[in-house]
């Protein structure tokens, strides 16, 4: 694939916390251990059982824990519908197509080209772009699709004359078409713009960068600004964050993330008080107007030092990715404080979102020695309406399946996706969506 996964190491390079590092990881590792464990026996200690029939929740892998879960024997992963196409990765769903990239081999390795494809005839669609704008270095990786039909992407390009900034571009591509075009350009401190769909009509996007400071090394800044459909934009959010090694308290409002539940827009970062770090939720408007803030009790001791590169919010729930250990996470608000609910390191445990429901299921690969493991590995759902929580038998008629991902569209699909005979192979993936519309009726009458 392109190199938008590239993004996590010069998103390290910029992120996030000035000269305070030190300070943040002066903590013990045992203190911190004990801390985590102790959050995860407070967690699952006064959960309510939904049913008898449940699952334990894990106290002794520290890199997988599960949460207790109401039992079907119903097998999910026959309702899903099997993708017959030939080397094709699919990222997104657009106008009844799906986009995505091919991926062919050639004496330089594997290279992969992005295009539409139409999942029943099989009939492609190029992407109709200037050559340049397919020479893109690096982007951050998310994307927004409105109406069904216009997916947006933040991409950086190379030039020569920027010497303290990056040509960026943002892209919108007609899923009708195939037409691509910039709706707008900017010389920017980073290569990385975020985005969060609001509506049908807008969206958000946001950057962390930093700049010259006159009381300790740098400033971080927090910016966001909004789009509507045709790419006029409007500044919304500049929130400035600094803080020392020697400083007790930090100044300002850090936004590690943006999210968007509902429609609002929520900023999720830590400020140091009194020497610990406190994480906060800020509640924006759309003209930018910080509308309220609210402490996260307890996130501290479940995110530790990390760093996030993604973050959902669903209900009371809270779903995000680390840097450092590519771990998952889904937690969950509640009077006591912020409450642990699923943790998969090394992404041995995969979720994805819709508007209903949050997905998530451990992988049966080992992640140290790439080989399989024997062990029923059940997918997750969370209700986030009623707040239940379902394991239901998941399994695929593959010979020794692979697991290698699970994903959700804008249009609410479920996308999981396997290798077969134990051995992953890019060229050789097997791909299964569950429909929107299925995954309501189906789910429904789980819990």
């Excluded at 959902?312 to 779903?319: C, R, T």
């Amino acid at each position: 694939m392109k190199k938008f996964i590239c993004f996590v190491l010069i998103f390290t390079m910029i992120f996030l916390f000035g000269c305070s590092k030190d300070s943040l990881n002066s903590d013990s590792a045992e203190t911190e251990s004990t801390e985590f464990e102790s959050t995860l026996q407070n967690t699952y200690q006064n959960e309510k059982t939904e049913s008898e029939n449940t699952l334990p929740a894990d106290y002794q892998n520290k890199n997988v824990v599960l949460p207790k879960a109401i039992i079907s024997s119903y097998n999910l992963a026959e309702k899903f519908q099997n993708i017959k196409l030939d080397n094709f990765t699919i990222t997104e769903t657009i106008d009844s197509m799906y986009y995505g990239y091919k991926s062919i081999y050639s004496d330089s390795g594997i290279n992969d080209k992005f295009i539409l494809i139409n999942p029943h005839s099989g009939e492609e669609t190029e992407l109709l772009r200037s050559d340049n704008l397919d020479n893109w270095e690096v982007g951050s990786g998310s994307t927004v699709v409105l109406q069904d039909r216009y997916l947006y992407e933040w991409k950086s390009y190379t030039s020569e004359s920027l010497e303290n900034a990056y040509d960026v571009k943002l892209t919108r591509i007609d899923g009708k078409n195939g037409n691509v075009e910039i709706i707008d350009e900017l010389e920017y401190a980073t290569p990385l713009i975020y985005m969060c769909k609001i509506n049908d009509t807008e969206f958000l996007s946001y950057s962390i960068t930093q700049e010259p400071s006159d009381k300790t090394d740098y400033a971080v800044i927090s910016a966001a600004w909004i789009y509507n459909i045709n790419g006029e934009k409007r500044d919304i959010i500049y929130e400035k964050y600094e803080n020392d090694a020697n400083w007790t308290d930090s100044e300002g409002i850090l936004i590690e993330r943006f999210a968007v539940k509902d429609g609002e827009l929520f900023g999720l970062g830590r400020r140091l008080i009194s020497g610990k770090y406190q994480f906060f939720l800020y509640h924006y408007d759309k003209n930018g107007t910080l509308l309220n803030e609210e402490v996260l009790t307890g996130f501290e001791n479940i995110i530790g030092s990390e760093q996030m590169l993604e973050l959902h919010l669903m209900g009371d729930y809270i779903a995000f990715r680390t840097y450092e250990s590519l771990a998952t996470y889904i937690c969950k608000k509640t009077q006591n404080g912020i409450e642990l609910v699923m943790k998969g390191a090394d992404r041995q445990v995969q979720y994805a979102v819709s508007s209903k429901y949050i997905f998530f299921i451990e992988s049966n690969v080992n992640v140290y020695s790439g080989e399989i493991e024997q062990k029923d590995c059940p997918l997750y759902i969370i209700d986030i309406a009623n707040e239940q929580i379902c394991a239901t038998k998941f399994s695929f008629p593959l010979e020794n399946p692979y697991f290698v991902g699970i994903q959700s569209f804008s249009d609410g699909s479920l996308l999981i996706t396997y290798c077969e005979n134990g051995v992953y192979d890019p060229l050789k993936i097997k791909q299964y969506i569950l429909e929107n519309g299925i995954i309501t009726n189906e789910t429904s009458d789980l819990f």
